[in-house]
């Protein structure tokens, strides 16, 4: 509950207080409206005692009486109808608003984690609390509103002030005895009568006053006179002076006049109020209005006021929220009902009093209130209210409780003796509390029946503050109400017992009886359906309950009293009960803000506009941020309504704003709704600015919340994006995506060395073509005159519904560099209207997007293309579009210009950039970087490279040779030079280093006349892992608009698969640029390789038997080739593959056919293998190796007609750059650590080294998707290292199953004693046999053949080898050994062969040295015999400790023939 102005203490005394009725002679109110006053206006600020007084209670005990307040009324007048009551606390409750201070930050209360803008008080409940107590009737029951005392008012000017007197007299008698019900009610028949004369001090005359006051005390005695002086200065003074005296009367004529001057006041009055002729509260009045303390009023003037007197009337019982008629009244006793009081000789007609009123009513508003009265007269004023109380009204009070009392005690014994048997036997065991409320409980008392004097006499003791005397009667009085089942006056009795016990004792030592007032309350509802005094017991319990604490007892009573009969009641205690709850000791904070929905809803149901946008705002506070979605929406969707009504079109648009967020929950449906209202409510708005401000604003325009733009996921491209291939669309072009990955800075790092003599200058920064957020945007992206700026934003819809947004467009501010001009003017291309800005148009050329349709709840990427035509900075600041939704709740509906509403309107663009983390500063706190990829530069003209790839294949087969041709056109206007190209494969394309070039489209050159001698191809080693070419520029520049072509070759990866080709092309601009040293193109092939032919290679060592020393080593390979294309349905496969020529590349070695016989053609058909022997011999010396070049020379085996030249374009470049494919320095890091073994030992290591690389060079029958037959021509590698080690065509690599031990240390053994690899050290010799191959014997001449071998043994290391050739390791330890792969098993006979001649045989080999060892072999039986049964150990140092065991494992068979049978 709100803090009001008055303690329970002060609310309960000024509510409940003694009444007293005033009737004044027409020419006595002349005198007090000299000062815009009525008497009883006049008054009024001195209606309070400010000191003590006393009273004896019917024992003749005192009392002390403090603040002695007296209701002052005019007997004249009458409380409004229904219907008119109704509208003034409407009217009263509309007209109090919150004060404006109240919105400060000064009023931020927290409560745990909700900091909440409370209100510190409710103005507008406490004065519809003050008008509901002002318009309530008197009841019958009660006493406490009835008038005490009459007093009569004459001047000392009238003619016959005594007869005066006495008519006045008559008439208050008249109407009290003839008109009981009607206003004002009367205490009792002998009321006291109080007679004022009212003397004006400038114009009376004093000695007449003086008469006529001794004449009214001998009248009508002398405590019950009084003579009143006023008007001691002279209205001519009055108007004249200036007198800075305070005025009393403007705290309580101003409250008046802001009641009874709000004519036809709409409850939302402001100047931005809508009119609502639907709220049926509203209504039209006439010129005056009616308070208890207003004008006099006639029977005729209220009832004009109803706005149909005819229906108004009529209806004004039926309605139930605020009928005062009484429910236990007579239907044909109207309290309601108004009417003047008859006079029988009409001498003081109201109308007259009420028309001069109304003449005087328009001055108020020119002079002050009480100008003609002095100090002194205000002191006379308070004397006379003195002395009434004192001498008249506090004594007459003292006999009327003895009167009453006595009664009591008299008729008390009467009732024990007499009724009490009869109730004890007839009625003692009805039911001593609450009734049904169905039960009849009509009670009709007599006026002077006892219980009502009971009554009387404890309202009178409670209006003058005997709080215990007081209890004790009501106490009473309610039993016998109970006994009688006369609920309404039982349920006065409850309530006026309980506040006087709150009244009477200390908070501390009496406890408060709740129950009593909720009996109370709950008989006035439920019993005697009574809201209206249910209400009154409610507010002034509340007051009691809040004084102790009792915050919870005190919102249960609000909200039991809210009921559908009244919503500006329901909401009024509902918003108490709110504020109830967040008062508490622990404060309720969630049920403070659903109290205070409840309280908004009712508020908008009564017309309370401002009111209800109050409460839904403070509720908003504690739903908002807390994930209560659904609530959070219908509080906003509530403010945005109230707003829109009251034309508060800023926090209307502000409220439906948070209805489109990303978090929503609502239903498609709802969703859409929210955007129309939201989308109708901005344009209003915006229309009004615009009729506002004119043209003063039109160049601003509004931002909209949808859709959301993803800042940082902002992309910004510059330059001409590649342009597909249009003969094989979609498969060569520019991802941009993926500019800014590593392989394109390494690209551009190997082109800008290349350029600079493989130097990388130290100012050299990546070139940046897109820009993304995870980009270095530390500097201003630079853009050419011409050339487009492609800006890539994400646009995320939040809603579930369909988006349309047209027009699109960038926004962008620009800053031209014009030489000479000191500040050039900013230009942007932002306008309030559709229309497009010529002038900045014919700058920065923008791109318009007509129409994006943005479905629910998805993220879309848009593009937008700025081409800047003037040099200066270029700043993007945002986008700018229509927004529009469908009318259709239907998602699936496109909206149409027929059906939809939409709003201009733009969003900014705001980027953030990296958070730094580098020094303290900034690792503990929040710092962010700059981003400045909006932030363009545009620099003038530059000549500009476009390629064209033609003839380029969509798809290869593995290892297939293509020719393509390249164009490039310069498209800038100015020359450029210097053109080179990188790829990030470069094995995939060359552009022809070696020989004459084919020409296009042809793959290969062959040779009409094949030469006896090899064909040599020089070749730098420095160049083999280099991959920027230079292409050639006629005269070494390209013209501005010039084309050249340029023939280039791809070949098909040797994997099988979909593969991306990253291509680089590096430029220079002829004229030097200090910003701008060079220019990139970047292109992107997509290919598709299918797999065709697969070759596998080894390589063996050949059986020498010469002993020449001319004769070199030879070798033995093997090739196995298959064609592994699969017949597959609507798929391209490779029919038959034909082996046209087998090329061997080396320095060292050559190849040729083995066969003597002619060359036949090898047709590899589908899934068909094909095994091939060549043989390769050691050629002598080269002299080019001898001379420190770099020379490879080709030897060829054609199975075709013609031959091709292998050591040409295309043929040898692609062969090159498959080695370099596979240099040392690209492999795994497991091979380059046996790699740099290998240096340690490499004289040994050429023992089993070959070098030699085959080319298969094919031809293919390829059948097409579509069934056509095509021929290609491709080629594969094969690098052949080493001896007896099987190698591939296509790359694979051995992963490991197992990861070993993690070792921390390095072993001392492998780090001091590097040792070389077994696989070297087992075939450091060469062993051959040389014997007779059949030997025939006559084994009965002689029982034992001895054959002469010789054993070959040739050093194949660099290195000096000591040999040790042993021939007693017997036969069975020699086949124990571990077999290699290729040894063919051997099969012994019974008894084998022996060696007769030296068992242990050392020798010494030089390098590349080959002697011969003599020896014997003894055999005893004719059969076939392998002589190869020795053992031969060499060693490479001199330690005969590490000998080690040679692979010889290729027999060498022997045939002993018997020829004694012969």
Not at 629 to 644: C, K, P, V, Y
Not at 1302 to 1312: H, N
Not at 1320 to 1332: P, R, S
Not at 1342 to 1358: E, F, G, S, Y
């Amino acid at each position: 509950m709100a803090q009001c102005k008055q303690t329970a203490q002060e609310f309960i005394q000024n509510t409940f207080s003694p009444a007293v009725a005033v009737l004044c002679s027409p020419d006595a109110e002349v005198l007090c409206q000299k000062n815009n006053l009525t008497f009883v206006e006049l008054v009024q600020p001195f209606c309070r005692l400010t000191t003590e007084v006393h009273i004896r209670d019917p024992n003749n005990v005192p009392h002390t009486i403090k603040n002695l307040k007296i209701t002052m009324r005019d007997m004249n007048m009458q409380l409004p109808q229904a219907v008119m009551a109704r509208k003034m606390l409407n009217d009263v409750v509309a007209s109090t608003q919150p004060q404006l201070g109240e919105g400060g930050r000064g009023n931020v209360v927290t409560f745990g984690s909700y900091d909440l803008q409370l209100s510190a008080s409710t103005p507008w409940f406490e004065a519809y609390r003050d008008m509901f107590l002002k318009v309530l009737p008197p009841s019958d029951h009660e006493f406490l509103s009835h008038c005490l005392c009459c007093i009569f008012v004459v001047s000392s000017g009238h003619s016959d002030p005594i007869n005066a007197f006495n008519t006045l007299s008559s008439n208050q008698y008249q109407q009290q005895t003839q008109y009981p019900t009607k206003m004002p009610r009367w205490f009792c028949p002998g009321i006291l009568k109080y007679y004022v004369l009212l003397h004006d001090v400038v114009e009376g005359e004093d000695a007449k006053a003086d008469a006529v006051y001794q004449s009214m005390k001998s009248s009508f005695g002398g405590q019950n006179c009084h003579l009143l002086h006023i008007n001691s200065r002279s209205l001519h003074t009055a108007e004249t002076m200036h007198t800075d005296l305070p005025d009393p009367w403007s705290q309580f004529l101003n409250k008046n006049n802001s009641e009874a001057n709000s004519e036809g006041a709409e409850y939302d009055s402001a100047s931005n109020s809508v009119a609502d002729d639907a709220f049926p509260s509203k209504l039209s009045e006439g010129t005056t209005d009616s308070t208890l303390s207003g004008p006099i009023m006639s029977n005729s003037s209220l009832v004009d006021m109803s706005p149909d007197s005819g229906e108004g009337t009529a209806s004004s019982g039926s309605i139930a929220s605020e009928t005062f008629d009484h429910p236990l009244s007579e239907p044909s006793q109207d309290m309601n009902h108004v009417d003047s009081p008859l006079s029988p000789d009409k001498a003081y007609e109201p109308e007259l009093n009420h028309t001069s009123y109304k003449g005087k009513l328009g001055d108020r508003k020119q002079g002050g209130h009480g100008i003609c009265l002095t100090t002194s007269d205000q002191d006379r004023i308070k004397i006379f209210m003195h002395e009434l109380c004192v001498r008249a009204l506090i004594p007459w009070a003292e006999r009327q409780m003895k009167i009453l009392n006595e009664q009591h005690a008299s008729r008390k014994g009467i009732s024990k003796s007499l009724f009490s048997a009869t109730k004890r036997w007839f009625g003692g065991n009805k039911p001593t509390g609450q009734v049904a409320a169905n039960q009849n409980t009509t009670v009709v008392y007599s006026s002077d029946a006892p219980e009502l004097q009971m009554r009387r006499l404890g309202d009178i003791a409670f209006l003058f503050q005997m709080y215990d005397f007081a209890y004790n009667t009501y106490h009473a009085a309610k039993r016998d109400f109970n006994n009688d089942h006369a609920w309404l006056h039982y349920a006065g009795a409850l309530e006026m017992a309980c506040i006087s016990l709150f009244m009477s004792g200390n908070p501390r030592e009496q406890k408060y009886p709740f129950h009593y007032m909720e009996s109370a309350i709950t008989t006035y509802l439920q019993s005697c359906k009574n809201p209206l005094y249910a209400t009154r017991a409610t507010l002034v319990s509340t007051e009691a309950l809040k004084s102790r604490k009792m915050y919870n007892e005190a919102a249960l009573q609000f909200i039991k009293l809210t009921s559908e009969d009244s919503d500006l009641r329901s909401a009024l205690l509902l918003e108490q009960a709110a504020h109830c709850y967040i008062n508490m000791e622990i404060p309720k904070v969630r049920k403070y803000a659903f109290h205070m929905i409840l309280s908004g809803h009712r508020y908008s149901k009564s017309g309370q506009r401002k009111h209800a946008l109050r409460s839904y705002s403070q509720a908003l506070q504690v739903y908002k941020g807390k994930s209560w979605s659904l609530a959070e929406d219908h509080i906003n969707f509530t403010l945005g309504r109230q707003s829109l009504n009251l034309k508060q079109l800023d926090n209307a648009t502000a409220a439906f704003k948070h209805l489109l967020t990303e978090n929503s929950k609502q239903i498609p449906s709802q969703q859409n709704a929210f955007l129309r209202e939201y989308l109708f409510v901005y344009k209003q708005l915006l229309s009004v600015e615009m009729s506002n401000y004119g043209g003063v604003h039109s160049n601003t325009l509004p931002e909209l919340p949808i859709p959301i733009l993803d800042n940082n996921a902002t992309k910004v491209i510059v330059g001409h994006k590649p342009q597909h291939n249009q003969d094989k669309p979609g498969h060569i072009g520019y991802d941009y995506t993926e500019s800014n990955h590593p392989r394109w800075e390494a690209l551009e790092e190997a082109l800008v060395s290349f350029a600079n003599n493989g130097i990388l200058p130290v100012t050299h920064r990546p070139t940046i073509q897109c820009f993304t957020n995870k980009t270095d945007n530390r500097f201003n992206p630079v853009a050419y005159v011409g050339e487009p700026v492609t800006v890539e934003l994400y646009l995320v819809n939040p809603l579930k519904v369909v988006l349309v947004l047209t027009e699109v467009t960038l926004l962008w501010s620009f800053l031209p560099s014009i030489p000479g001009q000191d500040k050039p003017q900013l230009i942007t291309n932002e306008v309030f209207s559709s229309v497009k800005n010529t002038l900045a148009n014919e700058i920065i050329h923008t791109q318009v997007i007509d129409e994006i349709i943005l479905p629910g709840s998805e993220r879309s990427p848009v593009q937008f293309t700025l081409t800047p035509h003037q040099t200066g900075e270029l700043r993007i600041v945002g986008i700018c579009y229509n927004l529009s939704s469908s009318l259709t709740d239907d998602r699936n509906i496109k909206p149409s210009p027929a059906n939809t509403v939409y709003v201009r309107g733009k969003q900014r663009l705001d980027v953030q950039g990296p958070r730094l983390n580098n020094t303290k500063e900034e690792k503990s706190s929040k710092v962010y970087g700059p981003d400045r990829r909006l932030d363009l530069v545009i620099q003038p003209e530059m000549p500009q490279l476009q390629v064209s790839f033609c003839n380029f294949p969509k798809s290869l087969l593995c290892g297939e040779v293509h020719a393509v041709m390249l164009q490039f056109t310069n498209i800038g206007t100015s020359p450029l030079h210097k053109l080179k190209l990188a790829s990030s494969t470069p094995e995939f394309i060359t552009l022809g280093d070696h020989g004459e070039l084919p020409k296009f489209p042809c793959v290969y050159q062959t040779k009409n006349e094949v030469p006896s001698e090899e064909t040599k191809c020089y070749c730098n080693t420095k160049d083999k892992v280099c991959n920027v070419m230079d292409i050639p520029l006629p005269n070494r520049t390209l013209q501005p608009k010039s084309t050249i072509s340029v023939p280039a070759w791809v070949r098909g990866n040797d994997i099988g698969g979909v593969h991306d080709v990253h291509f680089m092309f590096y430029y220079e601009p002829v004229t030097k640029s200090p910003k701008v040293r060079h220019r990139l193109q970047r292109h992107t092939a997509v290919i598709n390789t299918l797999e065709s032919l697969s070759v596998r290679s080894v390589a063996h060592r050949a059986n020498s038997v010469h002993q020449s020393s001319s004769s070199q080593a030879s070798c033995i390979l093997s090739c196995e080739m298959e064609n592994i294309s699969q017949v597959q349905s609507n798929r391209a496969y490779v029919k038959e593959i034909q082996v046209n020529q087998v090329s061997c590349a080396s320095d060292l070695w050559s190849v040729q056919y083995l066969s003597s016989q002619d060359k036949p053609e090898i047709i590899i058909g589908c899934r068909e293998t094909m095994h091939l022997c060549l043989k390769a011999t050691k050629s002598a010396n080269n002299l080019d190796s001898m001379l420190g070049k770099e020379s490879v020379i080709f030897s060829d085996v054609s199975f075709s007609d013609q031959q091709i030249s292998s050591s040409t374009t295309p043929c040898a470049d692609f062969f090159l750059r498959s080695r370099s494919q596979k240099d040392p320095e690209n492999s795994a890091p497991m091979e380059r650590v046996s790699r740099s073994q290998e240096k340690d030992f490499r004289d040994l290591n050429c023992a089993i080294q070959l070098g030699m690389t085959l080319i298969i060079l094919w031809k293919a029958c390829v059948i097409s998707e579509d069934g056509e037959l095509q021929i290609k021509v491709g080629q594969h590698h094969v690098i052949i290292k080493k001896i007896d080690t099987i190698f591939t065509s296509y790359p694979f690599y051995i992963i490991p199953t197992e990861k070993p031990p993690i070792r921390f240390t390095k072993s001392r053994d492998e780090q001091d004693n590097p040792r070389p690899e077994s696989e070297v050290t087992t075939q450091l010799v060469d062993i051959n046999f040389n014997h007779q191959a059949q030997v025939p014997h006559n084994f009965q001449n002689n029982r034992i053949a001895i054959v002469p071998v010789t054993l070959l043994l040739r050093n194949c290391t660099k290195a000096s080898v000591e040999i040790l050739v042993d021939t007693s390791k017997s036969p069975d330890r020699l086949n124990n050994r571990p077999e290699e792969k290729y040894a063919v098993p051997e099969v012994h006979h019974l008894t084998s062969f022996s060696w007769v001649s030296q068992t242990m045989t050392k020798l010494s080999l030089e390098p590349s040295q080959q002697r011969t060892v003599h020896m014997t072999a003894c055999f005893s039986k004719p059969g076939i015999y392998n002589v190869n049964r020795l053992a031969v150990f060499v060693t490479h140092n001199k330690d005969a400790a590490e000998m080690v065991l040679q692979k010889h494992a290729a027999p060498s068979v022997i045939v002993i023939q018997d020829v004694s049978a012969e």
